[in-house]
């Protein structure tokens, strides 16, 4: 546990900062060291073109983990607020969300994502929202089902005899107090964007080249794999390790509220 | 108690339905609280008294509701049951305040006293932070708090259940209502508690001077601060009683019940002989 907090917290600030720092280190070309196992000047190899691993890695950090985040931010607000409405004003507003939650879930995400990418182009903002649109539906079933018993509580006739509208007794009373199984649902939902991410960088549709994520760091491995294991064995470690303690935050969280997830 | 009243209910009923019978909670009641009187709801549980105060301002969830509730404000008299939404935002609050039954449930777990006094100040009026912080903590003080800043920033998890009541109070009174609606304030509370409760609502409302509407299946804790009380059964009023020279004085059998069902009549349990 406190290894996974540990290892969050290091990508985070890694993530931050490297743009800014390792950006002209990780694009630095040289084709005489391509391919050079791990060393004291390479310390995690180079790739086919020579490029430092290690910066690449790190560079590809704040891609990846900031593709994630902004999908599962955006899928957050989507998925809370559709769920609110639903739980809160019931109705025909409630048949509509919880038919679009139905209907969204029948799509084969990976696939659906897929054609988007397709027919609008792989650039970083897509990517955000496809994975945001496809993944919204849990969250929003989840604030829903929170909303539809809170709603009922003391406090919320309270707020209502006091003379509060239905937006202030949502946003201020509701929501807030969904937060602690939102927030486990946000960590969880944050390690599958990272693996969804990675898998469609590493087909080619995701981040495109020379751009640097984790996926495609893994994809350029895959080619050289028997030349090189380095190139893919190192961003593969940092997914496996990121999704894993992400998992075990999730987990943690969880038992922290006593909900099983 | 010559005067005018401040609010008169004629011939509301509360109906639910289940599986499309409709099931009538509340039967054509009429009352009426005359201006600054305190007035008492009497009944046992299920007699529909709380479903009467909710739907004073259409609080009663998925209820249909029948017949008029006519406020006396300052601009004439409205039926309460047929004004706008907006109107009835802007009636809840500052005309009619509640205090429910049970203060623990009654406040916002994740918000702080403070943040939830100013939240609902806003609510009603145009001002700015400071203002709303300086008449939540005028109003804490005046509910008998010793430290409002205290119980200002603290959350309800941090506060005894008697003193959650006092803050609920508090916020009742902070918007400056003409009727407080007083659901059974003291049921979920310990006896010593249940004075200080009492005597706190009497004294806010002679400083406030406001009509309240106190509900209570405690027939004596009524006849003690009561100038009127109705009797209800069953979903009806069945008696209404003023206070004369010699107190209240039941009509109806049921009544005479309901004075004589304290714990004191119970016949003392017999010794249990042990050889």
Redesign the interface.
Known sequence: MRFAKAWLLLWLVLAAVSPLVFKELSSEMNIAQALSAPSMKHWLGTDSLGRDLFFRLLAGSSVSLGVSAGAVTLALLIGAWLGAMAGYFGGFREKMIQGAIDIFLCFPTFFLILGVIAVMGPSLWNLVWVLAVTSWMGVARLVRAEVLSLK????V?????????DW?ILW??LI??A?GPLRVSAVLALSGAILVEAGLSFLGIGVQPPTPSWGNLLMDGKAVLGAAWWVLFFPGMAVFMTVLSLNILGGSLARGRRIDT | MGEESILKVQNLSVSFFTNKEKKEVVREVSFEIPHRAWVCLVGESGSGKTQTALAL?R?S?GAELSGSVLWRGDDGEKDILKVSPDEL??????AI??V?Q?PN???????TIGEQMV??YL??FKSGFAEAQKTSLASLAEAHFSEPRRVFGSFPHELSGGMKQRV?IA??FL?GPKLLVADEPTTALDVTIERGIIELLRDMRTEWELACLFITHNIRLASHVADRIYVMRQGRIIERMDRGAAGFVPKESYTKTLFKAGLENVAPQTRIEVE
Do not use: C, I, Q, W
């Open positions: 009922e509580s003391e406090f006739l309270a707020a209502k005899a006091l003379g509060a509208g202030r201020k009373h807030p107090n937060a | 301002t609080l969830n935002r802007a009636l809840r609050g500052t305040s509640y429910f049970d449930g009654s406040l916002n777990p994740v918000m939240e609902t609510a009603h609920m916020m009742a918007t």
